[in-house]
C-alpha cells in the first residue's frame, strides 16, 4: 500500500486496466496504461472515461516492448508487468528493458510487481536481470506476484 501512495505508475501489457485503476483507487497520483490489442485499447478508454480517470491515466496504444525502448519521457516508481501467462519471453523482454539505464523508466526507489501464473504449483522460467532484486512474494492459488527493486550499491 505505502508504494502505491502518490505514485506514478506505469502498466505494461495492461490488458483490462484493473491493475492501474486499483493503483489509482489507492492513492496513486498517474498512470500510464500500455496495450497493443485494439479492441482492448478501446475497452480501456472506455473504461477510463466512464470511471472519470481520464486526467490521472494516459492510455497508451502501442506494443510494451517496442514503447520501452524509446527514451524515457518520465520515470515510474510502480511498474506493473503481467502480460499473457504463456508469453514468458515478454516477462523476460520487459524486465531487460526496464534494468537497462539508457531508459531509466525507474525511479531511483521504485517497485516492479511482476505477476505470473505458477506452472504445476512452481515458478515459471522468468529471467530476472542481476540489477534486481526479489523483495517480497505473494501466492494466491496458481497466481504469484513478486516484487522487485533496484539494487542498492554494494
Do not use: M, N
Request: glycine share 6%; aromatic share 6%.
Amino acid at each position: 500500500q505505502h508504494e502505491v501512495v502518490g505514485a506514478s505508475v506505469l502498466d505494461l501489457f495492461a490488458g483490462s486496466g484493473a491493475l492501474a485503476i486499483e493503483a489509482i483507487s489507492r492513492g496513486a497520483a498517474h498512470a500510464v496504461l500500455v496495450e497493443t490489442q485494439r479492441e482492448l485499447a478501446r475497452f480501456l478508454a472506455a473504461q477510463l472515461d466512464a470511471l472519470s480517470l481520464r486526467d490521472r491515466c494516459d492510455l497508451v496504444h502501442a506494443d510494451a516492448l517496442r514503447w520501452l525502448q524509446q527514451p524515457a519521457t518520465r520515470q515510474f516508481g510502480l511498474v506493473l508487468v503481467d502480460p499473457p501467462y504463456d508469453r514468458l519471453d515478454l516477462y523476460d523482454r520487459a524486465l531487460e528493458l526496464l534494468a537497462g539505464p539508457e531508459q531509466s523508466w525507474l525511479a531511483s526507489d521504485a517497485t516492479i510487481v511482476v505477476e505470473y501464473e505458477k506452472q504445476r504449483g512452481a515458478r515459471p522460467s522468468i529471467r530476472v536481470p542481476e540489477r534486481f532484486v526479489c523483495e517480497a512474494l505473494r501466492e494466491h492459488g496458481q497466481t504469484a506476484l513478486e516484487f522487485l527493486r533496484l539494487r542498492g550499491d554494494p
